[in-house]
T-cell receptor, first 121, second 108 residues
């Protein structure tokens, strides 16, 4: 099956530091990856769509200079939380869409990484 | 109005019981519908897609009502391992929108 990994799985940092989170598709290529954020007892909220070789598309209300996304290859996207503050503490999850899926339902299937829990002190 | 709304529960049911819950979505142009399962502090995992004709996967039955814009999930003969949060997910223009989830707790 399709596997997506994230690193690190959890991170604690001081306010003002930058944190980079990696999302990798391990056994398939993904031209499109997605970054979500989930606060406790709330739904996943899409932050941005990461496209290989082009700029990411950010959702309304998400600051692109705050959350830097780089989709460097067909298997790797990174999210950097710059100058992190306590309010950025959250569960960050990436997902990847597999290239070449044929059927309608599988085209929409996203494979999720295990998530990164960020705590900013 | 939220794009996807769910009853948060919790639904506390005994083993072997049947539990059902719905979600509603606001965008009539939504194209695809899914139920995901999320365990505490873990990533969501696809449980099943939801088709217009309704579909079943073992003990799980999903229904879609496009006219009323709601989706349902029914779990029969519930097991302890079914305890989780069930997320209703809707795709519009290839973007996933998640409900906040319905928590189900199955007790022995």
């Amino acid at each position: 099956g399709a596997v997506v990994s994230q690193h690190p799985s959890w991170v604690i940092c001081k306010s003002g530091t930058s944190v980079k989170i990696e999302c990798r598709s391990l056994d398939f290529q993904a031209t499109t990856m997605f970054w979500y954020r989930q606060f406790p007892k709330q739904s996943l909220m899409l932050m941005a769509t990461s496209n290989e070789g082009s700029k990411a598309t950010y959702e309304q209300g998400v600051e692109k200079d705050k959350f830097l996304i780089n989709h460097a290859s067909l298997t790797l996207s990174t999210l950097t939380v710059t100058s992190a503050h306590p309010e950025d503490s959250s569960f960050y999850i990436c997902s990847a869409k597999r290239i070449g899926q044929g059927s309608f339902s599988s085209t929409d299937t996203q494979y999720f990484g295990p998530g990164t829990r960020l705590t900013v002190l | 109005r939220k794009e996807v709304e769910q009853d948060p529960g919790p639904f506390n049911v005994p083993e072997g019981a049947t539990v059902a819950f719905n979600c509603t979505y606001s965008n009539s142009a939504s194209q695809s519908f899914f139920w995901y399962r999320q365990d505490c502090r873990k990533e969501p995992k696809l449980l099943m897609s939801v088709y217009s004709s309704g579909n079943e996967d073992g003990r799980f039955t999903a229904q879609l009502n496009r006219a009323s814009q709601y989706i349902s999930l029914l779990i029969r003969d519930s097991k302890l391992s079914d305890s989780a949060t069930y997320l209703c997910v809707v795709t519009t223009d290839y973007k996933l929108s998640f409900g906040a989830g319905t928590t189900v707790t199955v007790r022995a």
